[in-house]
């Protein structure tokens, strides 16, 4: 299934994005699912009752997409975890350790939305990656049960504020409306074998990044893993898991994100995550 949360003049939904339009799940259970966090908390059985339900509701272009789970309890980030990215950090040596940061829920924004150049940074750049997300909750997961624990997976814009990040990872990467993931959470029955996913990002439709997922320096369940004996993993909580080569910082000249571009994500299977850049608003 391709799920996803959204808005259109009655409110905010979840549903299913089908062949015609969209599945209203929040409008048909949402009395047991109110959310799609809450469908992912229902583990299979509310899997398969959103499964059952037939006939389209609203025409996919009269959506808003929202983030994929805009109430994720936790939304975590992981750095420097392609080899190839790791290279280009001026050869430096990769992590001893996954490298683990938050990111809050208002930075983050949907599908089609508005990603903010901040007023207080020049610097921002773009990176692309994979997201999982979490079904099964867990604590001290083991590397053999990871995948039992995903329920799927989404494209995600780690924006980040290269001079701010200087300060601290957490400034560098929370600020508002600077990241995005979507457009769907794509049912990991669907997707296969993750670590064999392509994935492309484009500046005004250039490609600047070009990866395999199998080019991670930690793969999914050591990160599941490692996540894991930290804090306990919630339905819904997402996990991105690090971003390839050919970030904006380390081009000649820096190519910075601005008002007026447009930044893609596309993950075999997962679709095309697609944002404008505007200044930043008065929130």
Known sequence: MKLLSFETAAGASYGAAVAGGVVDLGRRLGTRYPSLRALLAG?????EAARAEQGVDHALDAVAFLPVVPDAKKIIGIGLNYRSHVAEESGRAPPPFPRVFGRWNDSVVGHGAALWRPKASEQFDYEGELALIIGKP???IAKDRAFDHIAGYACFTDGSLRDWQQHTTT????FYRSG??????VTADEVGDATKLTLVSRLNGKEVQHASTGDLIYDIPTLLAYVSAITRLEPGDIIA????EGVGSRRTPPLWMRAGDVFEVEITGLGTLR???VEEQEA
């Open 43 to 47: 583990g299979a059985p509310a899997l």
């Open 171 to 174: 400034s560098g990467k929370n």
């Open 180 to 185: 995005a993931c979507g457009p769907y959470l």
């Open 241 to 244: 898991t690090g971003t390839p």
């Open 275 to 277: 944002n404008p850049v």
């Open 138 to 140: 867990g604590r001290h």
